[in-house]
């Protein structure tokens, strides 16, 4: 976990998304590929025993591309591993999984390999957030590369929480104006946070209606950050009103610009510093009916924005006991589209 800490977020933070998509199962185990098979070489060999010429030739460096049955077997642990997996992956002569960095996943490397990995802290144990096998453990979430874990909370919400339509008044304290959820964290062993991530699966027609805000623990004066303040929309304060951009026919003031995409439950948005996205922009090319993060590339993780809100930041709760009960609470400003907060994961990074 120690050369996690130097590495850069916002490259574990593509990198991350590539190995999240990835299968999940780690052949690593299965293979017996050893710690020589790491760099390997160009795999893609024959799949017959005939490829023991080449697999043994790159054997010490890793090789690759054997099948895991030929008489390439006796080359060299490297060779052998490698071989095993391209064989797996692409049988005989159309070749294995071999070439850069190697013929196969290796778990514990401190790289995301494909297929498979869904993390890579660096080790081989278990119950440290990525399992020996490179699999996330359960109620745990990681990113980067090597990838540093921590305790996923995510409160059954059930049916959802419904969003109180146009009710959202610049507070959180009134339930009936907005709908929060209720994140309790217990965590021993006197940790404490360093880093913040927040994902929400909301269903709503339009996100330019809503304010986001988070709430840490604390008795007194906890920090409450604002991670979102009707997107598209450049609002004058943090209370709801309906500024106008301009006079309908009629005369009426009418809001301009706040974002027209909608939300869906099956896409989750997620919150954190390190996205490349400001916050501020979600759905803001969508037409009406489009879906936030859906299809991919439009985004799904943003940085906070505050609008016009008093807000701590994000990296303002790092330092932060994380025990006690963490709030996240969605307004709307806008009548007309409405929708619900359907589930919210907290997402931690501790200090050891
Ligand atoms: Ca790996
Ligand atoms: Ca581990
Ligand atoms: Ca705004
Ligand atoms: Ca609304």
Not at 217 to 242: C, I, Y
Request: proline share 7%.
């Amino acid at each position: 976990m120690t050369t996690a800490q130097g590495a850069s977020w916002r490259g574990w933070l593509l990198l991350g998304l590539l190995g999240t998509a990835a299968a999940a199962g780690c052949t690593l185990d299965r293979f017996g590929l050893g710690p020589k098979g790491q760099d390997g070489g160009a795999g893609g060999a024959s799949g017959s025993s005939s490829s023991s010429t080449s697999a043994s030739s790159t054997g010490s460096s890793g090789g690759g591309g054997a099948s895991s049955t030929g008489s390439s077997s006796t080359s060299g642990t490297g060779a052998e591993g490698a071989g095993a997996a391209g064989a797996s992956t692409g049988g005989g002569a159309a070749g294995g999984a071999g070439g850069q960095g190697g013929g196969g996943p290796v778990c514990g490397n401190g790289k995301i390999d494909p297929p498979g990995e869904e993390c890579d802290d660096g080790d081989k144990d278990d119950k440290d957030g990525c399992n020996k096998n490179c699999d996330i453990e359960k109620d745990h979430w990681c990113k980067g590369e090597p990838s540093e874990c921590g305790p996923a909370f995510s409160p059954d919400l059930k049916a959802g929480i419904p969003i109180p339509d146009d009710l959202y008044k610049g507070g959180i304290d009134d339930k009936n104006q907005v709908a929060c959820a209720s994140i309790p964290v217990a965590v021993a062993g006197g940790k404490k946070v360093e880093k913040v991530v927040v994902a929400l699966a909301i269903d709503h027609e339009q996100a330019g209606d809503l304010t986001i805000k988070l709430r840490a623990p604390g008795a007194d004066d906890p920090p409450l950050v604002t991670l979102m303040s009707r997107p598209g929309l450049e609002e004058q304060a943090d209370d709801g009103a309906n500024y106008g951009g301009f006079l309908d026919p009629c005369c009426n003031l009418q809001e301009c610009c706040s974002s027209k995409g909608a939300l869906s439950k099956d896409y989750p948005v997620t919150f954190d510093d390190d996205a490349a996205v400001d916050a501020e922009l979600m759905g803001k090319q969508l037409a009406p009916g489009e879906v936030v993060c859906n299809p991919k590339p439009t985004p799904c993780e943003f940085f906070p924005n505050q609008g016009k809100a008093f807000s701590d930041e994000l990296i303002d709760l790092e330092g932060l006991d994380p025990n006690g009960t963490w709030t996240i609470c969605v307004g709307d400003s806008k009548p007309a589209q409405k929708g619900t907060l359907k589930g919210a994961t907290l997402k931690l990074l501790l200090t050891p």
